[in-house]
C-alpha cells in the first residue's frame, strides 16, 4: 500500500532522517519504534504533508506520492490520528466529522444521507457515548480519539498512523481502540502504529521496524524477536534493568495533607515522608492530578489544609515553589513548558530570583548549568539555545523533568512523568527518582503505568471517583488489588 524509498530529512543542521526505507501492507498493522527522538514522528509527518521530504521517494496504492499537504494527504487516503486531539469541542460528533470536508462531495448530500453515513461509521466503531448530536467536549478522550478515527474511516483512508494513541487513554479505552483497529485492519487498511509499550506493541502489531538517530537499524516479524532484542536494536545496547532501584530510607513526615476537598477530589488525607516515594494510581478521571493541584495551588481549595514540615501552606503556586514543592504536570503542551521559549530559558523559568542567580554577570554560568542538565538527561537537541518547540515529544518531558530537579525542590509531585518516554530514559528516570529519594527528597509519583508504580514506590495509594480509597506499602498490594479498588464505586 505504502512504499518509502531512501527517504531525508533535516531541520537545520539536524538530520532527523538519512535514507529511510519504510513500507506497510493493506490488512498490516506495522510498529515503528525508537527511542526518543529517533526520528518516528518526523517519518510520519513526511507522509501526511506536515513535511515536505528533502530527498527519497513515496508510493501510494502503487503510484507516485507526493503530498502538498496535510489536506491534500488525507484526500489521498493518509489519516493521522494524532496523540494531541484536534477536534472542535462545541461542536457535535457529526459536525466535526464534516468539518473541512470539501463541498462537492457532500454538497449534493441531503442532511439526511450525511447522517445516516455518519450512523453507519459510529455504529462501526460502536462506543456507547457516540451519537452524531452529541458535544465533542462533553466525551472522554478516549471516545474524542474514536472520533478522530471516524473522520478517517469517512474519508476512505488506505493508511491509517497512529502516534502514541494510548498514552493517555484507561485501559477499557485502549481495549476498544485495539479492537477497532484489528477491524479496520481486516478491512484491508495498511496500519502504522508508534508507541514506547511493548507490551502494546505485541498485543497490536506482526511486524516492527526500528528506527534509531534517523535512520533505520532493525526490524522483523514481532513473534520471532524478544523485548530484550528489541530494546537492544533501539538503544544500541543492552539495558540490563528495566526498574533499576535505589536504596533508601524513609524519616519524618514532610507534606501532609488533611481532608482535602477542591472541585474534584474529594476528602484527601495523606501523608508523605522524608526520602519516601508514594504512588498514585487511578483510572483518567479519578483525581489524581486535580490532588496535585490542589496542593501545589493551582485549583481553588473548597476545603482542608496542605502543611510541608509542619508549617501550613498558602495556597498559591508561588508560596508553593518558594516553600519548596516542585510540579512536573501532565499536560506538557498547554501548562508545563513554554513552547516558544528556549530549552534554557524553560529550564530556569522557575529560579526565584533571576537577578541575583543568573544576572548578566552569570549568564556563562547559567548557560554551564543548562548544558549540564541537558547532559544528564540526555536531552536531544541541537543547542541550549533551541525552542522547546522543536524538540520531539519525549526530549520536551526530559526538560519538564530536569526543570524540578534544577529547581532543587524538596517535594517532588510528579504527575506522569514517563509519558511518552522511551524505555532507556524510563529507566534512567527511575533511577533520578530513588537518588532523589535516598537523598531525603520525597516524591508524590503519579501514574498510569502500574508496573513502574509497583516496581519504584515504597506506598501506593490508589484515588476512584476523587477520593483517596486504599494506601498500602507498595509489596503489601498485587496489580489485581490495585485495579480492583481502582474501579470501585462505592
Ligand atoms: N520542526 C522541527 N524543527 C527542528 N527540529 C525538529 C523539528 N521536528 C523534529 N525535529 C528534530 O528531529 C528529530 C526527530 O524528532 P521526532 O519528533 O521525529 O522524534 P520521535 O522519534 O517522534 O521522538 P519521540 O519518541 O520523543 O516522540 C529530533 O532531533 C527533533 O528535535
Ligand atoms: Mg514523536
Keep these: 500500500m505504502l512504499v518509502m524509498q531512501g527517504v531525508c530529512k533535516s531541520f537545520g543542521a539536524t538530520q532527523a532522517l538519512s535514507e529511510v526505507s519504510f513500507s506497510v501492507s493493506p490488512g498490516e498493522v506495522v510498529a515503528l519504534i525508537g527511542e526518543n527522538g529517533a526520528g518516528k514522528s518526523t517519518l510520519m509527518k513526511l507522509l501526511s504533508g506536515a513535511h515536505l521530504p528533502d530527498d527519497g521517494s513515496m508510493q501510494l496504492a502503487g503510484r507516485p506520492y507526493r503530498p502538498m499537504g496535510p489536506n491534500d494527504a488525507r484526500r489521498q487516503g493518509i489519516a493521522m490520528i494524532y496523540q494531541e486531539l484536534n477536534l472542535a469541542k462545541d461542536l457535535s460528533v457529526e459536525d466535526n466529522l464534516m468539518l473541512g470536508r470539501e463541498k462537492h462531495r457532500w454538497g449534493w448530500v441531503s442532511r439526511k444521507e450525511q447522517r445516516k453515513k455518519v450512523v453507519e461509521i459510529l455504529e462501526l466503531i460502536g462506543h456507547p457515548d457516540l451519537s452524531p448530536t452529541r458535544l465533542v467536549g462533553q466525551l472522554s478522550i478516549g471516545a474524542q480519539q474514536l472520533v478522530e478515527i471516524a473522520r478517517a474511516l469517512l474519508s476512505d483512508a488506505k493508511v491509517m498512523i497512529f502516534d502514541e494513541p494510548t498514552s493517555s487513554l484507561p485501559k477499557k479505552d485502549v481495549d476498544r481502540l485495539f479492537a477497532i483497529i484489528d477491524r479496520l485492519r481486516q478491512q484491508g487498511i495498511a496500519i502504522v502504529y508508534i508507541s514506547h509499550f511493548l507490551e502494546e506493541i505485541r498485543r497490536i502489531a506482526s511486524r516492527f521496524v526500528v528506527l534509531r538517530d534517523g535512520q533505520v537499524v532493525g526490524g522483523g516479524p514481532m513473534e520471532s524477536t524478544s523485548d530484550p532484542e528489541i530494546v537492544t536494536m533501539m538503544a544500541g545496547r543492552s539495558v540490563e534493568n528495566q526498574f533499576p532501584k535505589v536504596p533508601h530510607s524513609i524519616g519524618v513526615p514532610v507534606l501532609r495533607t488533611q481532608r482535602l476537598t477542591g472541585r474534584v477530589p474529594s476528602d484527601v488525607s495523606l501523608e508523605l515522608r522524608k526520602g519516601e516515594i ?205 485495579l480492583s479498588v481502582a474501579v470501585s464505586n462505592e
Excluded at 339 to 364: C, E, K, M, W, Y
Excluded at 459 to 482: F, S, Y
Design 278 to 482: 508514594f504512588g498514585l494510581f487511578g483510572l483518567v478521571g479519578a483525581g489524581r492530578t486535580e490532588t496535585l493541584r490542589q496542593i501545589f495551588g493551582l485549583d481553588k481549595t473548597l476545603f482542608g489544609t496542605v502543611e510541608l514540615a509542619d508549617e501550613r501552606l498558602r495556597s498559591t503556586p508561588r508560596h508553593c515553589l518558594r516553600a519548596g514543592l516542585g510540579l512536573v504536570s501532565e499536560d506538557r503542551k498547554t501548562e508545563g513548558l513554554a513552547q516558544n521559549l528556549s530549552i534554557a530559558d524553560n529550564l530556569t523559568l522557575s529560579d526565584l530570583s533571576p537577578v541575583s542567580r543568573f544576572g548578566v554577570l552569570h549568564l556563562s554560568k547559567r548557560t554551564r548549568v543548562v548544558r549540564e542538565w541537558m547532559q544528564r538527561m540526555s536531552v536531544k537537541a541541537r543547542s541550549s539555545e533551541q525552542s522547546i518547540g522543536e524538540l520531539s515529544g519525549g526530549n520536551q518531558q526530559k526538560v519538564a523533568i530536569a526543570r524540578v530537579l534544577h529547581q532543587n525542590a524538596e517535594v517532588l509531585l510528579l504527575d506522569e512523568p514517563t509519558r511518552g518516554i522511551d524505555v532507556r530514559t524510563k529507566a534512567d528516570i527511575y533511577q533520578w527518582i530513588g537518588e532523589l529519594a535516598a537523598t531525603g527528597k520525597s516524591i508524590l509519583f503519579v501514574s498510569s503505568y502500574l508496573p513502574e508504580l509497583v516496581a519504584v514506590c515504597d506506598t501506593i495509594g490508589v484515588m476512584a471517583k476523587g477520593r483517596l480509597r486504599e494506601v498500602r506499602a507498595a509489596d503489601a498490594w498485587t496489580e489485581q488489588d490495585i
